[in-house]
């Protein structure tokens, strides 16, 4: 399926149902990368300094992003964001983005977006931002912060390229113990 025809009219934008799950699921998260962002923490007498920098690796690392089956069953039972995009002519779900809801914040933490491998670089993710964007407006909230795994440098560039901000990280954020960082875009 590389290279796989795509006409836009056929897209469809959805709220994901609970039988999307293993579609979603089954959907190729895989990325490659040459550069992590490394974190530094140096805790001082009167400050925290936190440096993070882009570091080159000495060979490609392939990872892929996995996503966490509870994450859109809960989206489903709390009504949260969970939009699939799929293409009518074949029925196949070709992305979906995930986030959930923080209401006493007012926040959206968008935790999935995933495009299959040979539909991503056709603007889908950015559609899927979109969507996820104007849902969090739709709902009165004031900010989405996006969890990036450190070693996800693709992502990280996507989220930036998004107009999003960096704004923290957290040791051991994800299941696998992965530095995660986050960044911001207000509502």
């Known amino acids: 399926m590389q290279n796989a025809g795509l006409d836009h009219s056929q897209l ?28 530094t923490l140096q805790e001082l007498s ?4 936190v440096n993070c920098r882009r570091q080159r690796l000495p ?7 996995e996503t966490n089956p509870a994450h859109l069953e809960s989206a489903l039972l709390r009504a949260y964001c969970f939009v699939v995009v799929q293409d009518k002519s074949s029925n196949h ?12 914040s007012q926040v959206a933490y968008l935790q999935d977006i995933v495009i299959d491998r040979p539909y991503r670089r056709r603007s889908l993710g950015s ?13 009165d909230l004031r900010q989405i912060i996006f969890e990036i795994p450190t070693t996800n440098y693709p992502c990280i560039l ?6 999003f901000s960096f704004c923290g990280f957290n ?16 509502i």
């Open 171 to 186: 040791d051991h954020h994800f299941a696998n113990r992965e530095i995660a960082v986050f960044f911001s875009l207000s």
């Open 12 to 39: 469809v934008f959805r709220d994901g149902v609970a039988e999307d799950i293993p579609y979603c699921l089954a959907l190729d998260g895989a990325y490659q990368t040459e550069h992590v962002w490394q974190m």
């Open 158 to 163: 996507f989220a930036q390229a998004l107009g």
């Open 46 to 49: 009167e400050e925290i300094q």
């Open 93 to 104: 779900i070709l992305g979906f983005v995930s986030m959930r809801v923080d209401e006493l």
């Open 127 to 139: 559609r899927l931002a979109h969507v996820a964007r104007v849902w969090a407006s739709e709902y």
């Open 59 to 65: 060979r490609r690392l392939d990872s892929r992003h």
